[in-house]
């Protein structure tokens, strides 16, 4: 039940597509669910982050949806970048003493120049 | 404000030794959460401690413990270390006011021989 289910595994787009990155969880207890980008040889940094309450969050390019009846969400990324090519991670967020972040498996995104 | 920094940034060590990682978190923060980031498992949780006390604990084998310090910088230590412990090891600090926002460190690769 703490699981949170992320795909695509891997995912390539041209520049300026709009990659889709989704993930699906069943606990729900999560109440907050952050997006991270991940570089190789560097710490996760955080991108953007929704609460169930809102269906939607723009920040930038980069856009979350939220789908609370379905237990779905999902990252956009607008117009994509080459320098956008990374490993994003959804994540959720436990309440009371599990205040741990549950993460999705990861998304390796490449965006072709 | 500086950011979450970790050191050492890589280790290696063999099989049966034990090995000890340090994270320092951004000022001001008190809750130092640690993961463990494998190819195989993703990015799991450890242990989280607030206010030198552990808060939460991840489904680690008790060789794996850490303890926080009255400066909220934090350490954790593997004993016994098995193969199966390459990883890297992240560390990540929340503070007072976002108390949901988690911010990650660079992490330690450790590479057990």
Sequence with gaps: QQQVKQSPQSLIVQKGGIPIINCAYENTAFDYFPWYQQFPGKGPALLIAIRPDVSEKKEGRFTISFNKSAKQFSLHIMDSQPGDSATYFCAAKGTGSARQLTFGSGTQLTVLP | ?113
Excluded at chain 2, 34 to 60: A, D, I, V
Excluded at chain 2, 86 to 110: E, K, M
Aim: hydrophobic share 25%.
């Design chain 2, 1 to 113: 404000k500086a950011g979450v920094t970790q050191t050492p940034r890589y280790l290696i060590k063999t099989r049966g030794q034990q090995v000890t990682l340090s994270c320092s978190p951004i000022s001001g923060h008190r809750s130092v959460s640690w993961y463990q980031q494998t190819p195989g498992q993703g990015l799991q949780f450890l242990f989280e401690y607030f206010s030198e006390t552990q808060r939460n604990k991840g489904n680690f084998p008790g060789r794996f413990s850490g303890r926080q310090f009255s400066n909220s910088r934090s350490e954790m230590n593997v004993s016994t270390l098995e193969l199966g412990d390459s990883a890297l090891y992240l560390c990540a600090s929340r503070g007072q006011t976002s108390t949901d926002t988690q911010y990650f460190g660079p992490g330690t690769r450790l590479t057990v021989l």
